[in-house]
């Protein structure tokens, strides 16, 4: 075996036994490569070697780190082998909340609650249990409320690489109309997200260019 197809091999069996996605120096300290440039190196004639062959697999960039997934053109098939995780199942109410956080973050409750016309302490409760959002510091407000903001669990289920890469909305909110737009962008990532399962992980979409 060449040095390369070893080195393929270590690094295929790494992303394999992968749960999460795994940064590209992690990748290499684990597949015993010199540096994360090879090991992203690697993972792109990895690629290359599934699309010549016609693999269900290939290796997407997601939430700062490589993971073997799925093609979406499987997901009908998976689909009915397994269900996707009940938890990431979310409400209208969740998908408006969680749409305004990840737009608008760090944001206070008062400021969601007040976009969102209702109050929402229950759904960031539920939203922070399924480690979609997280408190990401306080205001320096009266009473110093939290703030929230979306977390790496958010990005690898709705299948981006950083929250930068969510399609650009308007800059403000200015009717209801406006969280049901943003809440419609988010619930068509978790659509298309919903299309590749990964073991045991939540299932998310290949990084969109």
């Known amino acids: 075996m060449s040095e390369q197809r070893e080195e393929l091999a270590r690094v295929e069996a790494v992303l394999f036994v992968s749960k999460e996605p795994i940064p590209s120096r992690k990748l290499a300290q684990r597949a015993g490569l010199e540096n994360g440039v090879r090991a992203r190196a690697l993972v792109r004639a990895l690629n290359e070697r599934y699309k010549r062959v016609g693999s269900a697999f290939c290796v997407t960039e997601v939430a700062g780190g490589f993971q073997l997934r799925a093609l979406p053109e499987f997901a009908p098939w998976l689909f009915r082998m397994q269900e996707a995780p009940t938890e990431l199942r979310l409400t209208r109410s969740a998908m408006e909340t969680l749409a305004i956080v990840a737009y608008e973050q760090p944001i206070l409750r008062v400021n969601v609650e007040r976009i969102r016309g209702v109050h929402c302490g229950d759904v960031l409760r539920q939203l922070l249990e399924q480690g979609l959002i997280k408190i990401v510091g306080r205001s320096e407000e009266l009473g110093r409320p939290?703030?929230?903001?979306?977390?790496?669990?958010?990005?690898?289920?709705?299948?981006?690489?950083?929250?930068?890469?969510?399609?650009?909305?308007?800059?403000?909110?200015?009717?209801?109309?406006?969280?049901?737009?943003?809440?419609q962008i988010v619930a068509d990532a978790d659509k298309e997200a919903s299309a590749q399962l990964h073991g045991e992980a939540p299932p998310a979409s290949e990084t969109k260019k």
């Open 146 to 183: 939290f703030l929230y903001g979306t977390t790496k669990r958010f990005l690898q289920t709705f299948g981006l690489l950083r929250i930068e890469d969510l399609p650009r909305r308007a800059e403000s909110w200015v009717t209801h109309e406006d969280v049901k737009e943003a809440e």
